[in-house]
């Protein structure tokens, strides 16, 4: 590991021009806290413009025609009214976008990407993310896909407007850009929840405090680590379908459209062979663990809060870590509930049923836990608390109206009504968004010293649970009373319901005041960051780790590796409710230079408010010299590998699943397809695609040898075999396009058959996973290898990770070579 | 039973059971939701901090919860194993003999439901996309078995006798939704998915039902009827995509199927077949 001076290094960074300093420190940086801030600040604003949405749409269904008030007409825009009224497909944008904004750009980066950055490090006691600049790209990757999202407004047509589940093959008709923007979007975003699940994951297994055994971490920490788990599983085959959907909507492949279809008297132009229901099962697959995602941080910060409040330690707590780990597990093979309306068999739904309902045991063992563990508590009601508690019947009322749903029977009759909505809202709002304004409240004064106002949080607290069960709660009735979901006229059109449709406005009146319920806590955010109370470090009394870390935070988190000594929970300690015993205490501060970790220098308080202020005295983001994260290069001891590495296999993992779903898509459509399958199959050339396998294995071989080179300290014979793979990864790629160019010019593109539109896709996709790998290689080979200087065995390391994704590729390929060209 | 739940008016032979399975259910619901709140609100007022300054760091000693998850486990899996998969495998699997039933084929379209008999010859006449235009819509033959083929936006059933419905999708996937016979069911382009139910109350019935509940005031009780509507959101009309459900008695089906005859014959010496918009 490098050492440099650091007092050296202070004075080279402050002469850094200030705007330059500004950037890095607060734009791009790269420690978990800032990032975490900023993925806080950015969900809440998308948030804000998915409740926009709903509150529009409201106005709607509340007043079937008449149009909307006229500060609010300047607001949603000419282009989706007609004589001041929402037009109809204006709501089914806002609708799709409504769903699509809460779930992946609010939620979902609020609980995991602000939640999750902010506090996994400081709860396990490392000084930052295992890849800090991982962690940056995954918010920017995140930031990105927001902004593809919301710009879709302003396209000629508008946003997706076929729901957030854009089921072909209405979706990819769908006119316009819009749907497009939205696969794109959607393919972002879990770029950045890739990135961010591998930095948790391995952060979690690799940066752990000595002495944090697993039944140490806090009941939050596993949640996010089942949570991080899901999302670099789950999301791969939900990349996968959009990148297939994308290809019907910009190829002209049928991947999702099946023969003969006509759009009123007019024959839809395309090859056809394709599945809807594809779509869906991929679709499915990522959304049911999609949806852990979104409780699961939830119930770790309700079980935060509620043992910090209560004094006393979490009931249960090792049959809750168990239950998440298998809520994890069984979430995988549920997603098909979705579907029991697809014309499913009785076995087929007989087990889908069965899974659904085992997997309610487990939530339920969490939620019981929590609410068992209220009992003997001496329970503090402060505003974390409130919300924290008022979670748990909430996310009751959720969970149970999700049983009719889950038997295949009830569900006849209360598919796709509003008692869905009210049942996922149940969870989501005043479920998970309660938990999350708990976790606001009770996590403030750790990022700015100051505790937000009580007065305001219960004037935020009370409205808000009244109007949220005025919004939903109506949405059960109606929905048993047979209104659909979706549906512009809010039901208008169905006899049936004539008798519920008063219900529409009490709806939408209550969702307004909601809205303005929000505004006490917009106050009290801003009023409490400048004036609210000064508190000290640890102002809750809590006893996990995160609490032990000096305010104002500094870059690194501890003044050095804290140690723990004991579980989380071990509050009322000697019978003293105010009592308790930290997890961990650090140590008083040795200058430990071998830890790279300079002491502290507390800079003034006052002024940043919640920004916190991070020293710069580690070159953040410079490459050379950042952040020395332990494990980087060492192994540690207990799991026997380094950060990188568990890094890479976790990425392969889902890569895994990426191409897993490909392959399945390939099995589902050859099943279906006729016989210009094996016509199309047999014009592939197959000459030149054995020599390709051959030049790619060879490939793999010469990338060990690079790698033996470095082991053997010979930079000089590295740069030949590694000059050889980048080479050979090349010629790979030029027989490939002239490959495609014979194709092309035969006339065989990827819309002629849903044979060529899986060639075309499998490889096109294998194929950008090469020029990745020969763009990483070609740094490892030029820039990259000015690290061997100064660092060998890093540089050894970062080639040896090269190394194994190559060879994944180069795996990928052996499937590819065979399944396509041989098989057919 | 029904109205506590506040569910749409029963009017199949095989709603009864899926009521019953949702009744059951929500009682487990209520029973759960309310025993868990009596416990949750007993403990927040009992172990406020200014009644128990000191907490009993044990906890909860006794295994009740646990006896209680048992429980509903196994309560639940009565509910699945006794009546949501025999009623599923009566849905998918004991379909009546077409002989007895009877049969329409039900196209859906962007933002219409069309519905397709056999006519008195119980053969279906011919399908065939190239004869799709604007006023045959489905692309149905008018030769051979097609001839006496009625074509209309509307479903009319009898009362009694089972009803087999093919459920096909010309464009996007719709949803077949009947509420009031709780039949759902997905329609899918590229497959065709059959259902079945039994009619048991005819449209009159129906309509003295309603306005003995007191749900059709303000109405008039002709214009009250069964409804088609789609379940599935398919495109920017997806909320008026709703048709007219009529029930007959068995002599007013053959009624309304020989008034759909002479008016078929009427075009076809015309010269010209209309394919019917909906006719109140």
């Known amino acids: 590991m490098p050492q440099s001076e650091p007092v050296e290094r202070v004075t080279q960074i402050q002469r850094r021009p200030l705007a330059r300093r500004f950037l890095r420190q607060y734009l791009f940086s790269t420690d978990h806290k800032t990032i975490g801030i900023q993925y806080g600040v950015t969900a809440m604003l998308f948030l804000l413009v998915g409740f926009g949405l709903v509150l529009v749409m409201r106005w709607a269904l509340a007043y079937p025609g008449s149009p909307l008030p006229e500060w609010a007409q300047s607001w949603v825009g000419d282009k989706n009214l007609q004589s001041g009224a929402l037009k109809p497909e204006s709501y089914n944008q806002f609708g799709a976008m409504h769903g699509t904004i809460m779930v992946f750009l609010g939620i979902v980066p609020l609980a995991v990407g602000a939640f999750g950055n902010y506090l996994v490090p400081l709860m396990v006691g490392a000084p930052d993310m295992a890849f800090p600049r991982l962690n940056m790209a995954s918010y920017w990757a995140f930031l990105a896909g927001g902004v593809v999202m919301l710009a879709s407004f302003f396209l000629p047509l508008g946003a997706a407007n076929s729901g957030w589940t854009a089921y072909p093959p209405l979706a990819s008709l769908s006119p316009g850009s819009g749907q497009t923007y939205w696969l794109v979007g959607i393919v972002l975003l879990a770029t950045s929840s890739l990135l961010g699940s591998i930095n948790f994951i391995t952060t979690i297994v690799q940066l752990r405090a000595k002495g944090l055994a697993w039944m140490r971490l806090p009941f939050f920490v596993w949640a996010q680590l089942v949570t991080a788990f899901l999302l670099l599983l789950a999301f791969p085959p939900l990349v996968a379908a959009g990148v297939l959907q994308l290809m019907d909507r910009v190829a002209g492949t049928s991947f999702f459209y099946p023969s003969g279809l006509f759009l009123g008297a007019e024959q839809l132009a395309v090859s056809g062979g394709g599945s809807p229901l594809l779509w869906q099962h991929l679709f499915w697959f990522l959304a049911h663990p999609e949806v852990y995602v979104l409780i699961l941080p939830a119930m770790g910060i309700v079980a935060e809060i509620i043992a910090n409040n209560t004094r006393k330690p979490l009931w249960g707590y090792r049959s809750m870590v168990f239950a998440a780990l298998f809520l994890g597990f069984m979430s995988f093979i549920v997603w098909a509930h979705h579907m029991y309306l697809t014309d499913m068999g009785t076995s087929i739904s007989a087990f889908f049923q069965a899974t659904t309902l085992i997997i309610s045991i487990p939530s339920v063992i969490v939620v019981s836990a929590l609410v068992v563990s209220l009992w003997g508590g001496s329970i503090r009601f402060n505003t974390p608390m409130l919300f924290a508690l008022a979670f748990l019947p909430m996310f009751g009322l959720g969970g149970l109206t999700g049983l009719p749903l889950a038997l295949a029977a009830s569900d006849i009759h209360l598919h796709d009504t509003l008692y869905v909505i009210g049942h996922f809202h149940y969870i989501v709002a005043p479920g998970t968004l309660f938990a999350l304004f708990a976790g606001v409240y009770y996590w403030f004064p750790k990022l700015s010293g100051r505790r937000m106002s009580e007065w305001l949080g219960i004037l935020h607290f009370v409205p808000s649970f009244v109007f949220m069960n005025g919004i939903f709660f109506p949405m059960l009735i109606q929905g048993m009373g047979g209104i659909s979901r979706r549906l512009y006229d809010g039901g208008a059109s169905y006899q049936h319901a004539q008798h519920l449709l008063g219900w529409n406005e009490f709806m939408s009146q209550s969702a307004w005041w909601l809205g303005l319920a929000q505004i006490p806590f917009l106050l009290n955010l801003a009023w409490s960051l400048v004036a609210g109370k000064r508190v000290a470090e640890n102002p809750w009394g809590a006893t996990t780790l995160e609490w032990s870390a000096p305010w104002p935070p500094i870059h690194g988190n501890f003044p050095a590796p804290p140690v723990v000594e004991r579980g989380p929970y071990e509050y009322g300690v000697g019978g003293d409710a105010a009592a308790f015993s930290p997890q961990g205490l650090a140590p008083a501060p040795p200058p430990q230079p071998s830890a790279g970790l300079t002491p502290p220098q507390p800079s003034p308080r006052g002024g940043e408010g919640a920004i916190s202020t991070p020293l710069p005295v580690h070159g953040e983001g410079s490459g050379e010299g950042e952040e020395p994260i332990p494990h980087t290069v060492t192994i540690r001891p207990d799991t026997g590998t380094t950060n990188p590495k568990l890094g890479i296999w976790l990425f392969l993992a889902s890569e895994i699943m990426l191409f897993g779903a490909l392959f399945s898509s390939y099995v589902l459509l050859r099943v279906n397809a006729g016989a210009e399958w094996g016509e199309h199959a047999a014009r592939l050339n197959l000459p030149l695609a054995t020599f390709n396998t051959a030049i790619l294995i060879t490939s793999s071989i010469t990338m060990v040898y690079a790698w033996l080179q470095l082991l053997l300290k010979d930079l000089g014979r590295y740069r030949l075999y590694m000059g ?18 014979e194709k092309f010019s035969h006339g065989l593109h990827p819309s002629e058959s849903t044979f060529l539109a899986i060639y075309f896709t499998l490889t096109g996709l294998h194929g950008l996973h090469v020029l990745g790998g020969v763009l990483v290689n070609g740094f490892l080979l030029g820039p990259g290898s000015r690290l061997w200087t100064t660092a060998p065995a890093r540089f050894t390391n970062r080639v040896e990770i090269a190394g194994v994704y190559w060879h994944f590729v180069d795996l990928v390929w052996i499937f590819l070579f065979p399944t396509l060209y041989l098989l057919g | 039973m029904r109205e506590l739940l506040g569910l749409p008016i029963l009017a199949s032979e095989q709603g009864a059971r899926i009521d019953l399975t949702l009744a059951l259910i929500h009682a487990l619901m209520a029973a759960l939701f309310l025993g868990w709140a009596a416990f949750y609100l007993y403990c927040l007022y009992r172990y406020r901090r200014s009644r128990n300054p ?25 509910i699945l194993i006794g009546f949501s998969i025999p009623i599923w495998s009566q849905r998918v699997e004991d379909f009546p003999d077409e002989k007895d039933a009877t049969v329409v084929h039900v196209i859906a379209k962007q933002f219409a439901w069309i519905c397709h008999y056999a006519g008195p010859d119980g053969q279906f006449g011919a399908r065939d996309p190239s004869l799709i235009d604007a006023a045959n819509t489905i692309g149905l033959d008018r030769g051979g078995a097609g001839k006496d083929d009625v074509v209309i936006e509307q479903l009319h059933l009898p009362v009694g006798k089972p009803a087999i419905l093919k459920l096909t999708s ?39 039902r309603k306005q003995a509940e007191g749900l059709s005031e303000g109405t008039d009780p002709a214009m009250v009827n069964f409804q088609i509507a789609c379940a599935q959101l398919c495109g920017v009309a997806h909320y008026s995509m709703v048709r007219t459900l009529v029930v007959h008695t068995p002599e007013g089906y053959e009624d309304w199927m020989r008034k759909e005859q002479e008016f078929l014959a009427a075009e076809a010496a015309a010269g010209e077949y209309e394919f019917e918009e909906e006719t109140p």
């Open chain 2, 170 to 208: 010309m464009d996007v996937i719709h949803c077949l939704y009947l509420p009031e016979m709780r039949v759902k069911q997905d329609v899918i382009p590229g497959s065709e998915i059959p259902i079945w139910f039994t009619p048991a109350l005819t449209t009159e019935e129906f309509r003295a």
């Open chain 2, 54 to 78: 000191i907490p009993n760091t044990m906890g909860a000693r006794s295994h009740l919860s646990t006896y209680a998850e048992f429980a509903v486990a196994a309560v639940m899996a009565t």
């Open chain 1, 724 to 741: 050889l793979t980048i080479l050979l990864g090349l010629v790979f790629l030029v027989a490939k396009g002239f490959e495609y160019g």
